[in-house]
């Protein structure tokens, strides 16, 4: 289904790339790839001081911890809430690695705008579309369709290690004819104008799996007193986000706000967050492929040539290498939610377990690039102390760490048993990013699989790769490090076979969270692998095996595996890729397409 839109060109927006085609006059277009780029000509050249959704009217707001106004309304002519509800029901959401990439110009630009006023409406209605009934998945759905700007915010329930917005927790206590809500919660994202509340609230006075279910709120419908708005808090990070405090006392709503059944919310919190743990990651890639952006402009600024120091070419190229990983990983798990829904949430918990790290760490190698630059709070660079600001705040923290282990230290001893080394290799398609997969549907989303088929491919890869040793010393050099990767594999398989049979007894041993994160990061190795052997030849970098040697040889280090030297030529190659890139005004994602600027 179209929508006919009407969005605002933005003023004075430097040259960008082509308007995509559209199906009718107006209307956004219906392929992904070109609706991300409809977005990114949208919104224009981010250095153009004159653009008002530029970099300099974002920081400008930033530092004056205002939303920037202007890009939310462009965005709302643009409708973009429409990509968050499911086709079925008049939106455009169906597949989730288009919906990342779709959402990637705004992330590119602006984090907090991301995320204030973009996916959390999606992390809020996804367990209306998971469980909801008719009434609420269609009354949620022309919310956020009714005029592009509904939005729906979430109320966590409390998780272990939490952060400010983690903290504290909703009450549920059955009535006659419904519920009585109690409790607070000082930081909620855009508590002041959220249209609808999903509210994860304890309804059981013990803990377990049956311990919370999930209301759906609207707060314009609660008894008079029975909600309070708390005043704004101000954050460290994502200042120009709206976040405050809600406080419900003794406050009556109907049965029929109930999302699924009572006891729902632990399971559909874990279903649901497999969607969030690879979007996240998937698009905040998006900011920290500007953040590489801002150290090559440092890098290159008054050089021969246009050419990096020598002493920066190993950061450049690494970070490029890792940022081609991080979003393989990504995009491979978003693909893993539409063609594996059963056992998905595996590759879920990987990504987010291991690609906020990566990526800080990525950030903190650019500041040496960047120098004195990185302080700078100018249009130029001021967009680098942005992002490292906002990341923590963004969700990338350790409360989400600690929940994805909780999702796989539980699965190692099964995965070990049963599962590594005699699963067969998923489809082709899963790394194909050209290739469709069906639309995601949120009921089918469980966690019943117990297949691993990124370490099949791990395996499989390694095994073709050992026929290309001949080719040359970069073929030989990737090869080496396929079978690091399954020699670790097979001393992870021995070690998680051991664990404890008692999930409660491995949960409480230290050992189980140092083999989660080295498994998590034997599966970005294999996404890699997978996404480098997919290459369908129309992207000659991608299919050649520099940026996958480099990739595979940093995770290596990371991991501790025995890693061979660099063959030559493999850092230059990645970094002239991103130096072309970056002058011809090409995104440093696996997808390589033209943005604005």
Not at 526 to 529: E, G, I, K, P, T
Not at 567 to 595: C, H, K, N, Q, W
């Given at each position: 289904m179209t929508e006919t839109l009407t969005p605002r060109a933005p003023a004075a927006a430097g040259a960008g790339p082509p308007a995509p085609p559209r199906t009718a006059a107006g209307e956004a277009p219906l392929d992904g790839a070109e609706r991300a780029a409809w977005i990114e000509a949208l919104l224009g050249d981010p250095d153009d001081p004159h653009n008002p959704h530029g970099y300099r009217c974002l920081l400008d707001a930033d530092d004056r911890r205002r939303v920037p106004e202007a890009t939310e309304e462009l965005l709302t002519d643009a409708r973009l809430t429409a990509e968050f509800v499911p086709r079925e029901l008049g939106g455009r959401l169906a597949r989730p690695d288009v919906l990342a990439r779709v959402l990637r110009p705004v992330f590119r630009r602006d984090v907090a705008l991301g995320f204030g006023y973009g996916i959390t409406s999606l992390f809020g209605a996804s367990a209306v579309w998971a469980a909801g009934d008719d009434r609420q998945r269609a009354r949620t759905a022309a919310l956020l369709l009714d005029g592009g700007g509904g939005r729906v915010t979430i109320l966590h329930h409390e998780l272990a290690h939490a952060n400010a917005i983690l903290r504290d927790e909703f009450t549920a206590r059955s009535a006659p004819g419904g519920f009585v809500l109690g409790g607070r919660k000082d930081v909620v994202i855009n508590a002041d104008r959220a249209d609808a509340f999903v509210m994860y609230a304890r309804t059981a006075t013990s803990a377990g799996p049956r311990s919370h279910s999930v209301l759906l709120l609207d707060p314009e419908r609660l008894p008079p007193g029975g909600l309070r708005r708390l005043q704004r808090v101000p954050t460290p990070g994502m200042r120009g986000s709206r976040f405050a405090g809600l406080e419900f006392t003794d406050s009556r709503v109907r049965a029929d706000t109930l999302v699924g059944e009572v006891g729902d919310g632990v399971s559909l919190a874990l279903r649901t967050f497999m969607v969030n743990r690879c979007l996240i990651p998937g698009t905040v890639v998006a900011g920290v492929d500007s953040a590489l952006r801002f150290a090559v402009r440092a890098a290159t600024a008054g050089r021969p040539a246009g050419q990096p120091a020598r002493r920066h070419h190993t950061v450049l190229a690494g970070v490029f290498a890792d940022l081609l990983a991080c979003d393989s990983m990504a995009v491979t798990g978003l693909r893993a939610l539409s063609l594996l829904p059963d056992s998905a949430h595996l590759m879920a918990a990987a990504v987010k377990l291991t690609m906020p790290d990566l990526l800080r760490e990525d950030l903190e190698e650019l500041a040496t690039v960047l120098g004195f630059h990185g302080y700078d709070r100018g249009p130029l660079y001021g967009g680098f102390q942005k992002l490292v600001r906002d990341l923590p705040v963004a969700g990338l923290g350790h409360a989400g760490s600690a929940a994805c282990q909780a999702v796989l230290i539980p699965q190692l001893r099964t995965l070990a048993r049963t599962s590594w080394f005699r699963t067969e290799e998923p489809t082709a398609r899963l790394f194909l990013l050209s290739a469709p997969v069906p639309a995601l549907d949120y009921r089918k989303l469980t966690l019943s699989g117990s297949d691993d088929v990124l370490t099949a491919t791990l395996v499989g890869a390694g095994e073709r790769l050992g026929a290309?040793?001949?080719t040359g010393p970069q073929w030989a050099a990737l090869a080496d490090l396929a079978d690091a990767f399954v020699q670790e594999m097979r001393a992870l398989r021995e070690q998680c076979a051991a664990l404890p049979e008692s999930v409660r007894a491995t949960l409480a041993d230290p050992r189980a969270c140092a083999l989660a994160d080295r498994y998590a990061l034997v599966l970005a190795a294999?996404?890699?692998?997978g996404v480098w052997q997919g290459q369908d030849g129309t992207d000659s970098f991608l299919s050649q095996p520099a940026w996958a040697v480099l990739a595979l040889s940093r995770i290596g280090r990371r991991l501790g595996v025995p890693v061979p030297e660099l063959?030559?030529?493999?850092?230059?190659?990645?970094?002239?890729?991103?130096?072309?890139?970056?002058?011809?005004?090409?995104?440093?994602?696996?997808?390589?397409?033209?943005?604005?600027?």
């Open positions: 290309l040793r001949p294999a996404a890699c692998l063959p030559d030529g493999v850092t230059e190659s990645v970094l002239s890729e991103a130096l072309l890139r970056f002058r011809e005004g090409r995104s440093l994602d696996v997808y390589d397409t033209r943005i604005a600027g």
